[in-house]
């Protein structure tokens, strides 16, 4: 007879024993601090960017003893104390004594003992980084947004329009090509990680400016009509203006020593170039929103100064701000601006003179035409148009009293209509193609033209994520903009076929004009 045991024999395994020594100890020192010990902070606590930082790279005067374990062809270790001409210890100073690995004996009275012990005294890493540049996304689609909201594109003369598509846009050259040719290539040559962290981060700055100029330059190309978003190009090749700053900019990027490289560009380039360009802009602006006589015989305008709200910038500084009030406009401003504009302190009579010298070109009136739905408005007040929800109170000459609300041409086109609207989806594509249309279809979905990286598009908006792959099914394609998705009617000739599938499938409700938008 045979019998199975019901239990498997114990195994003879060894057992942890936990003992005082400090590599085993269950407890030893500073097992209960949340801070790291290996290094010396620079301040009286340790920084969380030192944490995550410091050593990383580790230094070989600690752990090393021999020395690096490589060299160079002519003898010298990893990473020498000369490898730049900006020396660790001083270039004023004799080379120190060469001791335990690469980083020389400690001399306390000297600046530097070695490249370990730089700090980035912005103390930036990847989470900064990543919190930058998503305030500065959210900022710059705050601001863009709610210029179209207010639409001040459409305020813009033709003079800014060309200055802007020319001179904005080239800066990106500047930043993209430092970020990616120096401070990209100085970040693989520095001695340290330290170093490369705050250079690496350096880089990513000047790139990400280059991204939101790029970015700025393409949202303009859609919202202004006419503007040449590949102007930039010829002005950084080609304008007089620019080859000054262009042939800095590239030789900068041939410098071989890296830590050279980065003091020039930091602390040369940066605020003789960089900034002094920044409030040319900004003089620029004031030029041409101050002066809408640009390009004309100068003339002499008047105005008014103000005190305005003053502003806090990024670093905290108090900007001084006043407000220019002129006969049919006011601007707000810094005030050290003004000293750099061409506005000039007058005495009454000038004053006076150049006043009413403008008041006289003014025309008394002026004629427009406006509709307004008056009457009973509550019952139908969600079947109006929500582009503007104001109220405006108006008489007549003859002494009758309107109250109503002020809606588009398009809009009371669209609604004196009996019936559903009806377009062919050869009339809708000619339409949208010409730019002044706007169709509204059903589910919340519009059709409009849109100027995307320098080519006008039919762009459909108002679609949800259960809509796309129908939409892709129909012809439609899409593109990533700006971190958005957005979907096209192609605009060749299988632009018609694929437009009336939409419409076949999402009615058309309602035909609007630009005005509407």
């Given at each position: ?12 395994v060894p ?9 085993g ?9 949340r ?68 980083g ?12 370990h012990?730089?700090?980035?005294p ?5 989470l900064?980084?990543?919190r ?34 020319q001179?904005i ?35 990513m ?10 970015l ?35 030789g ?9 490289a ?40 008047a ?24 006969p ?141 792959d ?48």
């Open positions: 007879m045979t019998t199975t045991q019901d239990s498997a024999a114990e195994r003879s057992k942890p024993v936990f003992t005082d020594a400090e590599a100890a269950r407890v030893f020192p500073d097992s209960d601090s801070r790291y010990n290996y290094y010396t902070p620079q301040k009286r606590k340790q920084s969380h960017y030192e944490d995550v930082t410091v050593e990383v790279q580790p230094d070989p005067r600690h752990y090393l003893t021999q020395g690096w374990l490589y060299g160079f062809a002519d003898g010298r270790g990893g990473y020498p104390l000369d490898w730049t001409v900006l020396k660790a210890w001083g270039s004023d100073k004799p080379e120190p004594q060469r001791g335990i690995g690469t020389g004996m400690v001399v306390k009275e000297w600046p530097a003992t070695g490249w012990e730089f700090r980035d912005n103390e930036e890493w990847e900064t980084l990543y930058y540049n998503s305030n500065v996304v959210r900022q710059v689609n705050q601001n863009i947004e709610a210029a179209r909201q207010s639409k001040a594109f459409e305020q813009w003369n033709t003079n800014w329009v060309r200055f802007v598509e001179h846009g080239a800066w990106m050259h500047v930043d993209h090509g430092l970020g990616l040719y120096l401070y990209a290539n100085a970040n693989r040559r520095a001695p340290t990680n330290m170093h490369n962290n705050a250079i690496s981060v350096n880089s700055h000047r790139i990400r400016a280059a991204q939101d100029l790029a700025y330059n393409l949202t303009l190309s859609e919202e202004l009509e006419g503007f040449d978003g590949s102007a930039h190009l010829d002005t950084w090749n080609n304008d007089p203006a620019w080859q000054g700053v262009r042939e800095v900019a590239e900068l990027t041939a410098i071989d020593d890296w830590c050279e980065i003091f020039a560009a930091n602390v040369v380039f940066e605020p003789l170039v960089i900034r002094t360009s920044s409030m040319a802009t900004w003089i620029w602006f004031a030029v041409v929103t101050l002066a809408p006589t640009w390009n004309t015989p100068p003339a002499v305008l105005t008014v100064e103000v005190p305005a709200p003053s502003l806090m910038l990024d670093d905290g500084e108090i900007e001084r701000r006043v407000r220019l009030i002129r049919m406009e006011h601007h707000r401003l810094p005030l050290k601006m003004m000293t750099e504009s061409h506005w000039v302190e007058a005495d009454q009579d000038r004053f006076a003179a150049a006043w009413q010298a403008e008041l006289a070109e003014v025309p008394a009136f002026t004629d427009s035409t406006i509709h307004i739905v008056a009457g009973l408005l509550l019952p139908i007040w969600k079947r109006l148009p929500n582009e503007s929800t104001r109220v405006y109170r108006l008489q007549t000459d003859s002494g009758e009293r309107i109250i109503g609300r002020k809606v588009s041409p398009a809009w009371v086109a669209t609604a004196l209509l009996v019936g559903a609207p009806a377009l062919t989806p050869e009339g809708a594509f000619a339409a949208l193609m010409d730019g002044r249309t706007i169709l509204d279809l059903a589910e919340g979905l519009q059709l409009r033209r849109a100027r995307v990286m320098g080519a006008n598009r039919i762009e459909l908006s108002g679609f949800t994520d259960t809509m796309r129908r939409l892709k099914a129909y012809g439609l394609f899409h593109e990533i903009i700006s971190w958005k998705l957005r979907m096209f009617v192609p605009t060749d000739a299988s632009g018609v076929g694929v437009l009336g599938k939409v419409l076949e499938h999402y009615p058309l409700e309602r035909i609007g004009g630009r005005e509407a938008a």
